[in-house]
């Protein structure tokens, strides 16, 4: 009999036991899997799942649902609150073109997955090789589930000061991954404006230009901290 690729034996990159992921979970006691099945593993992971839950009504009913599985990631914000600008990318995404993206060029914060390492050294590992810039001091933001619906992958959020001088290379992505990433210094008032206007239409790039705005380096509340102790003479230090 010819085995499944991905369940009991390699898929093309070598894994199996794919079918496993979900079967062990406890934390909802209304909520039992009775099974996981791989649909697809050729890069990323499509299970369809069956699953026994309890409604709030008291009875049981059994559900199935497909998930797909591209691993976590993370995402920086990069901000020079003294000039007032941002740190952003373009380029292509084909899901968003197939669905209506006029040309699928898309505006974004830098980001990308997980890849085994922990979300703090890939968010770093993603900046300087999309953006050119070597990062310092980060702040985390709460992670954030983005399609919950059907996609189980969790991104992590970040925000970070860059300067001119913090920029190591032009950026632009690795060429041998097909990446062809264009950089934007934007000024944060315009960047806002954009997402007014439709022109940034990417979820995670929106949440933190308006996490920004309202708590974050341009907020009214750190501009007044700013100016109160810039006339006594303070210093204000990032978050």
């Known amino acids: 009999m010819t ?21 062990d979970l ?4 209304d909520v039992v899997v009775r099974d996981v099945e791989v649909l697809s593993s050729s890069w990323y992971v499509n299970r369809r799942t069956t699953f026994e839950r309890r409604g709030r ?17 993370a995402t920086v914000l990069l901000h020079d609150t003294e000039r007032r600008t941002v740190l952003l990318t373009r380029q292509f995404r ?15 914060t830098a980001a990308g997955l997980l890849d085994e ?18 990062v310092g001091a980060l702040t985390r933001l709460p992670d954030v589930f983005m399609s919950p619906g059907s996609v189980t992958e969790r991104l992590a959020f970040f925000a970070g000061p860059y300067t001119p001088a913090d920029r190591v290379s032009a950026g632009g992505g690795l060429a041998e991954e097909g990446e062809d990433i264009e950089v934007l210094e934007l000024p944060f008032d315009e960047a806002l404006a954009w997402v007014d206007d439709g022109r940034i239409a990417d979820a995670k790039t929106i949440l933190l230009l308006q996490w920004a705005a309202l708590r974050g380096p341009f907020s009214a509340r750190r501009s007044s ?8 003479g303070g210093v204000v230090l990032d978050e």
């Open 3 to 23: 085995g499944v690729p991905g369940v009991d034996v390699p898929d093309a990159r070598g894994r199996t036991g794919l079918d496993r992921a979900g079967r």
């Open 26 to 29: 406890t934390g909802n006691p």
């Open 57 to 73: 009504d008291g009875a049981w009913h059994t559900e199935q649902r497909e998930t797909h599985d591209r691993g976590n990631g």
């Open 94 to 108: 084909l899901p968003a073109y197939v669905n209506g993206s006029p040309d699928g060029l898309l505006v974004e």
């Open 117 to 134: 390492q922990d979300a703090e050294s890939a968010v770093r590992r993603e900046a300087e090789e999309e953006l050119g810039v070597t």
């Open 225 to 232: 901290a700013g100016a109160a102790l810039a006339g006594e």
